[in-house]
């Protein structure tokens, strides 16, 4: 018989060298598993997880072999051995088989089972663990990206605040350069023979050359009670004289107008309009040797010839046996530059004002304005740096403009009061 031929040491060999390997090797990996700490596959590198989550997939298939090999065992023993009521030697491979065999065969199979299991189950824990470093690792490079860009907008935002911060500086650092040339030009005295440093000597040469053209021309020229403009008088009656004209200084009494009546700066009248051109050319001689001097402010006005004893000045001068001359009379310098250097020092006041108010909402203080509708709402800072409504339903009030308020009451406005109907 088949049986009789049966290698049995052999067979015992084999089966002591797998059960060796296979089993030892399987409860040595699941002793090391469950003596380990529950967090140790926490503290593992990438590379050592992924290593031992590879053996325990093989240790995982083998625990599979396992039950193959268990189910083939008891196969084998149903088709190589007799049936149980057969009788063996005492001592003999036979009667070992039949007593041992299918313990061993259920053996193979309840450890394979359970080491399947057992090595599945720590196979998805390490898969878990290296999908949540995974997620985190996402998690960290978003959080980081997200980062960026808000330390981007961050830098951004400080760059267009210093950009406008620096725009603001250049600008005042200009307006008060302006201003201070045109404090210079106010405490100046006015001159009709130029004093000063200029380029073109020649050009204001010329401005004299050109009235000689008008020799024999009447100017009577009448100052208002100030030693400055009594100056500024002399200076034009000479200059005047030096071209040829018939030039003079004269009184109230003789032109029967108030010295304090004349407003400020100079006002050239043609009594008639023979002398119309003459008086023309004086008025732009002048111009332009103020304008060298720095004195733009203080341009002279010329005015058409009165008409029917009336002109919108006033009263017109009256001399005896004087018709065709030009009447010059010279007023207190123009406060024009100084009103000019107030309204622009209020714009900054209110720029200092609002910038201060930027700074506390920047820093995260609730500041609160009026709207338009005349409800108090929060604010925040818009896309252009200026302080916005943080309802954008509603729109803030915009600060009222400066008003210049005249000597006679009048008030004169670049736009309408914020309380206006």
Do not use: C
């Amino acid at each position: 018989m088949a049986i009789r031929r049966f290698d049995e040491a052999a067979f015992k060999a084999v089966l002591k060298s797998w059960l060796h390997v296979s089993i030892g090797t399987l409860i040595s990996r699941a002793r090391g598993l469950l003596l380990r700490p529950e967090n140790e596959m926490g503290s593992k590198n990438k590379d050592d997880l992924e290593a031992a989550i590879n053996l325990d997939e093989k240790l995982s298939t083998r625990s599979g072999g396992l039950v193959v090999i268990g189910l083939v065992i008891e196969l084998g023993l149903a088709l190589l051995f007799p049936p149980p009521g057969h009788q063996s030697e005492p001592g003999s491979f036979h009667l070992w088989i039949d007593r041992w065999g299918a313990v061993i065969a259920d053996s193979f199979v309840a450890l394979g089972v359970i080491g399947e299991i057992f090595f599945a189950r720590h196979v998805r824990r390490g898969e878990e663990e290296l999908r949540r470093r995974s997620n985190d690792a996402v998690v960290a490079a978003t959080e980081s990206a997200i980062t960026a860009q808000q330390q981007s907008i961050i830098s951004l935002t400080t760059a267009a605040a210093s950009n406008l911060a620096a725009a603001q500086a250049t600008k005042r650092a200009e307006e008060l350069r302006a201003d201070n040339l045109s404090l210079q030009a106010s405490m100046r005295p006015r001159r009709f023979t130029f004093t000063g440093w200029i380029i073109n000597p020649e050009r204001i040469s010329s401005l004299y050359e050109g009235l000689k053209a008008h020799a024999g021309t009447v100017a009577l020229i009448q100052s208002a009670p100030d030693f400055e403009t009594t100056l500024f008088a002399r200076d034009i009656v000479e200059t005047l004289a030096r071209a040829g004209w018939k030039s003079a200084l004269v009184t109230q009494d003789q032109s029967r107008i108030s010295d304090t009546s004349f407003p400020e700066g100079t006002w050239i009248v043609p009594l008639t309009e023979a002398v119309d051109t003459a008086a023309g050319d004086l008025w732009s001689a002048l111009i332009q040797v103020l304008h060298e001097m720095g004195m733009s402010h203080d341009t002279p006005t010329k005015v058409a010839p009165p008409t029917q004893d009336a002109h919108p000045l006033g009263p017109v001068p009256t001399f005896d046996d004087i018709t065709d001359a030009i009447f010059v009379r010279i007023g207190l310098k123009s406060s024009a530059g100084f009103v000019e250097m107030q309204r622009r020092e209020l714009h900054r006041q209110n720029e200092d004002f609002d910038n201060g108010l930027i700074a506390h909402v920047r820093a995260g203080g609730k500041l609160m304005a009026s709207a338009t509708d005349g409800s108090m709402v929060e604010t925040k800072i818009g896309p252009n740096g200026k302080l916005v409504s943080a309802d954008p339903m509603k729109v803030l009030s915009e600060r009222d403009d400066p008003t210049l308020v005249l000597g006679n009451g009048i008030m004169l406005r670049s736009t309408p009061p914020r309380n206006a109907q």
